[in-house]
């Protein structure tokens, strides 16, 4: 275990985020699943409240996903996942989450600029990739929980039904 010397040394050289980044409040909001070929997918939408998501930005992006979903590329073995459309200030991402191996979460990226007609494109997988950022990973969190307590479950009809009830509306 390093002293309490070395870790205030460690301390004081990491962590430099500049002043002026400014962390605001987001909120996420779950919609209507997402029902496609390949099965059910809960839908959140995430947002700075000052610029929401609207319907037609909404379905665009609903169309882009269910054509992922639809093109066997999530490998979605059980049918049941998770998007999450960010709508950011620079970028709209869609995270695509399926379940797979009983309790892996599978998920791929897409990225286009926010407010746009520009084509969605892969984040690139690489030594290090972008995973989820800080508002992406509440309702990921929420949805691992929920996987959770369904897998725990005699995983019947109406268990299915809990967990697509089981949604997250939150600011943070």
């Known amino acids: ?22 962390h605001r409040d987001r909120r996420v909001e779950p919609s209507d699943p997402l029902i496609v070929r390949t ?18 930005l909404e379905d665009t ?3 882009e996903a269910a054509a992922f979903l639809d093109s066997g590329m999530a490998h979605a073995e059980y049918g049941m996942g998770v998007v999450v459309f960010h709508h950011s200030t620079a970028h709209d991402f869609l995270l695509i989450g399926s379940w797979r191996g009983h309790q892996e979460y599978w998920h791929s990226s897409l990225i286009r600029a926010a407010n746009s007609d520009d084509p969605w494109t892969a984040n690139e997988q690489g030594a290090i990739s972008p995973v989820a950022c800080v508002w992406e990973m509440a309702p990921i969190w929420h949805e691992r929980n929920a996987w959770v307590a369904y897998l725990k479950s005699a995983r019947t009809v109406q268990d299915r039904q809990a967990w697509l009830d089981d949604t997250l509306t939150a600011t943070m």
Do not use: H
């Not at 010397?5 to 962590?15: K, M, N």
């Open 39 to 56: 099965g059910l997918f809960k839908w959140y939408n995430v947002f700075d409240a000052a610029d929401p998501v609207t319907s037609d």
């Open 61 to 63: 992006s609903r169309s």
């Open 1 to 22: 275990m390093a002293s309490s010397t070395e870790t205030a040394d460690l301390l004081r050289g990491i962590g430099a985020v500049p002043a002026e980044y400014i």
